[in-house]
């Protein structure tokens, strides 16, 4: 048997290539011994960068996309229209659907060489500014979805490669039904978070599911901007999350006035805070973008601008960007939609081209994989 060194070399080349599993077999290792030695995703070398793909729709009438239906070819049109490949595909997987591991989807993305990055949604529907209708804060920590999140885990564990995943997305946002004004407000709201999110990767840690890394993600901005609803606040802890993320958009739908502030500010703001809290860590942009229709903000201009800076290495703890390529519906009037489409606008589509071309040398398009020690 070759060493765990080259074993792990072995590993990184045939996820990165989507081989089958009876090329595993030619190298003289079954799927499942390749799977347990393939550790972590490392981040990139110094200087690199990975970038990701998000695909939620094409905005419709009936109603807003639920965040899972990217296919095999959207990320093939994803990489075309830009020009070069992805590292990771981001996806909700949300429980109002079922509450099963979605092992296909994995499947699927695996085989084209990707890392599945999973957004865990214990939600009851797409819908926002609201509390929780079941899948409360209060009974994930009563312990009545332990037995449902112990056979994610152990389906997670047995799926065997890398796996990214998150849950309580932006709790620092006045959008999903985690925060803490849903869930107590100011005085215990951040902490019942903190708790449910501890209880879950504790859960699943103890399933013995070490290949799924956990990113703890946070809006830059805290809305409402109050110090209880700082997103320190909401911090579970180092051994709880080995990246961070950050959100940081554009105006989002057509109309909307605020927001127009450049990528830069935004990090400016956010940045210091993240490296304060969870120094070391990875960070990574996993959702930036802009409506293309919005009437005070250009949107390929906004994205180029970002594009210059996510690439200037002037913020080195980032190690990878995913623009939310998204179209939704906002209310009865088809012109209020927003549209994030990197595809349905040629100047956005050319800025993502033309930064991704000029910066090839910066991107890093196969994760590098780490074993189970570490090396």
């Known amino acids: 048997m070759p060493s765990d060194a080259e074993t792990t070399r072995r590993v990184s080349i045939s996820l990165r290539s989507g081989l089958p599993r009876l090329c595993f077999a030619a190298l003289g290792m079954t799927f499942a011994t390749v799977t347990a030695l393939a550790g972590p995703v490392a981040p990139p070398p110094a200087g690199k960068l990975y970038h990701g793909f998000y695909f939620g729709g094409i905005g419709t009438d009936t109603h807003d996309p639920t965040e899972h239906d990217v296919t095999p070819q959207d990320v093939e049109r994803y990489e075309k229209a830009v020009g ?3 590292t990771w595909v981001y996806f909700s997987d949300n429980w109002f659907e079922s509450r099963k591991f979605p092992v296909a989807t994995c499947n699927w993305m695996r085989g084209l060489g990707k890392i599945p990055y999973v957004r865990l949604m214990l939600r009851s529907d797409v819908d926002q500014l609201h509390a929780e209708k079941f899948y409360s804060l209060d009974k994930i920590l009563a312990g009545d979805f332990d037995s449902d999140l112990r056979a994610w885990a152990h389906d997670a564990k047995n799926f065997g490669s890398p796996i990214l995943i998150e849950w309580g997305t932006e ?8 925060n803490g004004k849903w869930n107590g407000g100011a005085k215990v709201g951040p902490a019942k978070y903190i708790a449910a999110y501890r209880r879950i990767v504790d859960l699943m840690r103890t399933e ?18 109050q110090k209880w609803n700082a997103f320190e606040n909401y911090f579970p802890g180092e051994k709880y999350c080995d990246w961070v ?14 927001g ?21 860590k990875p960070i990574i942009i996993a959702e930036f973008g802009c409506d293309l229709h919005n009437k005070h903000c250009d949107a390929a201009e906004w994205a180029r601008g970002a594009l210059v800076d996510i690439f200037s290495e002037k913020w080195p703890a980032i190690i990878g960007f995913c623009w939310w390529n998204e179209g939704w519906q906002n209310d009865n009037h088809k012109k209020n939609d927003t549209d994030m489409i990197i595809w349905h606008d040629v100047n956005l589509t050319r800025v993502f081209r033309e930064a991704l071309a000029r910066h090839s040398d910066k991107i ?5 994989l780490r074993n189970a020690s570490g090396g």
């Open 84 to 86: 070069t490949k992805t």
């Open 171 to 178: 709790p620092n946002g006045k959008w999903f039904s985690w």
């Open 208 to 225: 013995g599911a070490d290949n799924l890394q956990w990113i703890w993600h946070m809006n830059w901005l805290d809305e409402p901007e």
């Open 245 to 258: 993320a950050l959100s940081a958009y554009g105006p989002t739908t057509p109309r909307m006035e605020d």
């Open 260 to 280: 127009a502030e450049n990528f830069a500010f935004k990090m400016r703001e956010a940045y210091p805070r993240l490296l304060k809290i969870a120094p070391g």
């Open 364 to 368: 890093q398009e196969t994760p590098l």
